[in-house]
């Protein structure tokens, strides 16, 4: 009887773990099925689920313009999305099945390089924004969704990036009474998971290293025309003008910088916020530019032609001359310049005064070397060798008439024979 009662209790023990086992396994599949039902959504391109899971301002929480992002804009959770994959790892229940903890291994994009690409292109997308404007010269970082979000477009359309697989941790609860209702818990850290940890980079100010920030900067520079540039280096009156003839000029300068100029980084210096980045700069010879423009006006002033042309066309001819040189120049210079960058805590940007770095591209034709007003390009010296051509000019004159002076005289004799008969036909008529 003993033995009966022993067989009883081990029976109703088995079944009770059997059922308690049950349980936990009807729950597991449970919560399995609600986390493969929302990452399928992900993985299938679904928007909707795609902003269930990741706010579009989580991305940027410092945009400070708010916009109603477009049907295509909200699209880009559709690019950033498509090669995701999932797998689960691991599923624990707790004991009043309230609670679950999931680990699943996530396939997302290689979001740290998205990052790179978002903030250098950010970037430059700013230095392009204050060279478009003389009264806006520093870089601001767009503070527009929208702004941002076009940036992420056309990065995730124009490059094939990696993927990278990372594990992760969803917690669920269950809001059901008489029966599970599994719901997975939104976090900031499941967001940001989903993502690759795209807002833990975007996030970091050091994403971008001062070296390749003043790279980001330099290289920018020779992508932009001459009314960027003159608004950018502070060089206005040299680069943005109305006249013809100087916008030639500005034109071949901007040709000399997109040709010659270049650059390669020596040393960087940190000091907690600070950078110092010394650089080896290329750049067009400025003063081999204006030795030959100075020998060819000199040439030209000591001609009788100058002499002939007058203020305007002296004006003028010397503008010619200068864009000759310009245009011919082939030589370059190479000098070490110092860079000095400030951390704003969300990223390195240039604190360069931006008309020392024009100094330090343009040389000695930072400023124009042909004065606007006509009647102020000739100086001292360029009167004096006016006044030469002119004596020479008079001289050669003076020699051609002493050299034929019967030519004088005979001009002089008809014009005696000449007022004869005229007197005559006057006494006749009379």
């Known amino acids: 009887m003993k033995i009966v009662k022993n067989l009883v209790s081990l029976f109703v023990f088995i079944l009770a773990v059997v059922c308690l086992g049950g349980c936990s396994h009807l729950d597991k ?38 916009t109603t992002l477009s049907r295509e804009i909200k699209e880009v959770f559709s690019l950033f999305f498509q090669n995701f994959d999932y797998q689960i790892l691991d599923i624990d229940v707790d004991e009043n099945n309230k609670e679950a903890v999931a680990k699943v291994k996530l396939t997302t994009i290689d ?7 978002y903030t250098k292109a950010s970037l430059k997308a700013a230095v392009l924004k204050a060279a478009g404007s003389v009264s806006d010269d520093t870089e601001q970082t767009t503070d527009s969704l929208e702004d941002r979000y076009v940036i992420l477009d056309d990065l995730l359309k124009q490059n094939q990036y990696e993927t990278v697989e990372k594990e992760c941790t969803l917690t669920l609860t269950n ?16 967001e940001n998971d989903l993502v690759g940890g795209l807002m833990t980079y975007l996030s970091d100010s050091d994403l971008i290293p001062p070296e390749e920030t003043l790279s980001i900067y330099l290289d920018t520079l020779k992508t932009m025309d001459s009314t960027q540039m003159g608004n950018y280096l502070g060089l206005e009156s040299l680069l943005n003008t109305s006249d013809s003839a100087k916008n030639s000029i500005a034109s071949a300068l901007v040709e000399q910088v997109h040709k010659c100029l270049d650059y390669q980084i020596t040393s960087c210096d940190i000091q907690s916020y600070n950078a110092i980045v010394t650089a080896e700069v290329t750049t067009f010879d400025s003063a081999s530019i204006l030795s ?52 704003d805590g969300v990223s390195w940007k ?19 070397p042909v004065p606007a007003d006509p009647d102020s390009a000739i100086e001292d010296d360029d009167a004096e060798q006016l006044t030469i051509a002119s004596d020479n ?16 005289i005979d001009a002089s004799d008809n014009a005696d024979e000449d ?10 008529y009379e």
């Open 111 to 117: 979001a740290e390089t998205l990052a790179s690409d």
């Open 419 to 428: 007022n004869i008969d005229e007197e005559s036909d006057e006494s006749y």
């Open 292 to 343: 030959d423009y100075q020998n060819s006006r000199d040439a030209y002033l000591s001609s009788v032609d100058a002499v002939i042309d007058g203020s305007s066309k002296r004006y003028e001819h010397s503008l010619e001359l200068l864009l000759d040189s310009i245009n011919n120049n082939t030589s370059t210079v190479t000098s070490s310049v110092t860079f000095h960058l400030f951390n």
């Open 175 to 190: 809001k059901g009474t008489s029966k599970p209702e599994w719901e997975i818990v939104r976090t900031h850290s499941l």
């Open 29 to 66: 599949t449970d919560v399995k099925t609600v986390i493969s039902t929302e990452l399928n959504l992900l993985k299938n391109l679904d928007p909707d689920t795609a902003q269930k899971y990741v706010s579009y301002k989580e991305l940027f929480p410092d945009a400070t313009k708010e």
């Open 393 to 408: 000019a008079a001289t050669d004159s003076e020699e051609t008439d002493i050299e034929n002076p019967d030519d004088d």
């Open 350 to 368: 240039l604190l360069e005064n931006s008309e020392a770095l024009g100094n330090a591209i343009f040389g000695t034709l930072s400023t124009t």
